[in-house]
């Protein structure tokens, strides 16, 4: 097998997609499932555990509880014990975890499997974007981050199909899913290739390691990345998938069909156009392509709350994909690219922080917003977030290459 590690280049215009890399994207495939695999069979679950519906929310943050503090432990682990030492147990033990919760008895226990399960999950997003970087540089990066993202945004379309299929069954069956984490830490541990010339940590006390790496991200230039992902995850979670199903099922009277589909063309094109990410690196530096990318975000919110006819939705959610897909993967290549030697895994794992602070913050911004200003404030309010971001963004992030601390 050719590795990824003999093709290193910062020029270079394309990649070949090899076994490592279609091995990292399995990672995102299976982190995935935990999710949105799961999320059509929650009403079933309700129903089954004869639980009061607004308990049945538990299920997802008792499994995306762990990521808040675990993602910056495992994180550190990675940086200083190795990759596939961190990687390994943590998809063996997510697909533990989902075969727990399959067979739970109650919905207490399923909630403490749920948790046990999301332990497993906590570190597997930060170690594939971790890896992608370990492996890619420059536009290289950057077109692996967007193959990355246009694969995770197949399988966001796919898995709720075949969640809500297995759900019909039984509720238990969506849990199953995790089994795929069992095969893919096989292929991972005979297969995978992880550069051998990475900087050690090892000989750094844990909290030496924290200090370096809050030292290092008081850079403008990450404060600036890592404020627009907080944004980018606001606006999607709070405003997107929360408001727009609403302003589709209230105002404009959507059936839940109609707005599935909405929802299914904002994940389509996000694919096609992430898939397309490294042509674009290729003409355009990835600050542009961000730049770019906030402002067709705020267009598309302008023109939503302006929509007279559910399907017209369809125009703003395309133009919505289009712009996180100009975003997200930019985003990511860019802060990996700058990650001191010996905290690539850190840095990243404080990306998916901040992505889980942006998802957990994003619904309760989006409500505040409604309370004040109703359904049309929602989107209004994120407009002007998406200003601020555009100014801070443009204002702190330079080309100039991050100045890396140790101590």
């Known amino acids: 097998m050719t590795s990824s590690l003999s093709r290193i280049d910062s020029n270079a215009k394309s990649i070949q997609i090899d076994a490592n890399l279609l091995l990292i994207v399995s990672i995102s495939l299976v982190a995935i499932s935990g999710v949105v695999g799961i999320n059509p069979i929650m009403p079933n679950i309700a129903k089954s555990l004869n639980i ?12 995306l509880m762990p990521t808040t503090v675990g993602t910056l432990i495992f994180g550190a682990l ?9 990687l390994i147990p943590s998809l063996l033990l997510f697909g533990v975890g989902g075969i727990l919760c399959a067979i739970a008895n109650n919905f207490h226990s399923l909630l403490e499997w749920r948790f046990l399960t999301g332990v497993g999950a906590a570190s597997l997003e930060s170690l594939e974007l971790t890896l992608i970087s370990d492996l890619y540089s420059g536009k290289m990066l950057t077109t692996a981050m967007g193959f990355n993202s246009a694969m995770i945004g197949v399988a966001a379309t796919i898995y709720p199909l075949i969640g809500g299929v297995l759900g019909e069954l039984s509720w238990r069956y969506p849990f199953l899913l995790s089994i795929l984490a069992f095969p893919v830490a096989l ?19 844990f909290s030496n390691y924290i200090k370096n790496t809050f030292n290092n991200i008081k850079n403008p230039q990450v404060f600036a990345l890592l404020f627009a992902v907080f944004s980018l995850f606001v606006i999607e979670l709070g405003t997107f ?5 609403i302003l589709a099922g209230t105002q404009l009277g959507a059936s839940g ?8 063309c904002q994940s389509l094109v996000f694919s096609f156009v992430a898939s397309q990410v490294g042509f674009l690196a290729n003409q355009f530096s990835e600050k542009k392509l961000i730049m770019l990318g906030f402002l067709l975000c705020g267009l598309s919110l302008l023109i939503m709350p302006a929509i007279n006819n559910a399907w017209l939705l369809i125009i703003p959610s395309v133009i919505f994909g289009v712009s996180v897909a100009l975003i997200f993967p930019p985003l ?22 901040v992505q889980s602070l942006g998802r957990a913050l994003g619904p309760l911004f989006a409500g505040l917003a ?6 049309q404030g929602v989107f209004y309010a994120s407009v002007v977030l998406i200003i601020i971001t555009v100014v801070v963004f443009g204002l702190l992030h330079t080309s100039k290459k991050l100045r890396v601390v140790n101590g």
């Not at 069909?257 to 299914?264: K, N, R, S």
Request: charged content about 15%; aromatic content about 8%; overall charge positive.
């Open 257 to 264: 069909v109609e707005i599935g589909i909405i929802i299914c």
């Open 370 to 375: 409604y309370g004040a200003w109703g359904i």
């Open 52 to 63: 009061p519906t607004q308990e049945v929310g538990l299920i997802m943050t008792t499994f």
């Open 78 to 86: 990675a940086d200083r014990i190795g990759r596939k030492k961190v």
């Open 332 to 353: 990511q290549a860019t802060l990996a690219g700058i990650a001191p030697e010996g905290y690539r895994a850190g840095f990243m794992a404080l990306n998916v922080t």
């Open 187 to 205: 292929l991972i541990s005979k297969n995978l290739k992880v550069p051998t010339k990475q900087k050690s940590t090892g000989n750094l006390n």
């Open 241 to 245: 998938y929360t408001y727009v199903p």
